[in-house]
């Protein structure tokens, strides 16, 4: 099973790329990143972009494969095609997990992977206290279909589509937010220097 990281994406608004951005003495993605490693998926294929270079150097080897979208500023879907290109051809599904979101545990990825191996589900998400999020796991059927989106939304096109087929695993903890401004940075900066 392959998981694809999405960290391709460009923000003006926060100083650095957000892959970058340090939390705890280590870029963002790095997080994001070692949860996605220790879990059961197979690969792991981190999506960059915006300063590829830059991110790519500063988060290291992890044991991931990068792929570079030139297409970065169409928005994620680019992306997501990108990495869905690349996924392994033995791979059964592959799981989106965002760059921006280091608050996914390797636990939330591995339930998610237990319930579609258990019952075979093709859309399978957490749901965090009764709020979807993600990863999002996708059976290697729908591919193709990943394969044609286009613009910002990612595969929210999809999960609207096939909403009958999408399987939830209940989650006891709140949603993990994304770092989308430099205020939600500052409340992350804020929780993990608390706890």
């Known amino acids: 099973m392959s998981g694809i990281v999405l960290a391709a994406g460009r923000s003006t608004r ?46 290291g080897d992890t044991g991931h494969q990068v792929i570079v979208n030139p297409d970065y500023l169409d928005g994620q879907a680019s992306s997501l095609r990108a990495g869905v290109a690349a996924i392994s051809p033995r791979s059964g599904a592959v799981l989106v997990l965002l760059g921006d979101q280091p608050e996914v545990s390797t636990a939330v990825i591995d339930a998610v992977i ?12 957490p749901s965090y206290r009764g709020v979807p999020g993600h990863p999002v796991l996708f059976e290697r059927c729908l591919v193709p279909e990943l394969l044609t989106l286009s613009g910002d939304t990612g595969a929210r096109d999809v999960l609207r589509r096939r909403a009958g087929e999408v399987r939830h695993v209940e989650v006891d903890t709140d949603l993990p937010p994304d770092v989308d401004t430099p205020e939600a940075f500052a409340a992350l900066v804020a929780r993990w220097s608390s706890g």
């Open 14 to 59: 926060m100083g650095a790329p957000k892959p970058l951005l340090p939390l705890r003495g280590e870029p963002l993605l790095r997080h994001v990143l070692r949860a996605a490693i220790a879990s059961r998926l197979d690969e792991v294929l981190v999506v960059v972009g915006f300063e590829a270079d830059r991110v790519v150097a500063a988060v």
């Open 114 to 125: 237990a319930v579609h191996v258990g019952a075979g589900a093709a859309i399978v998400r």
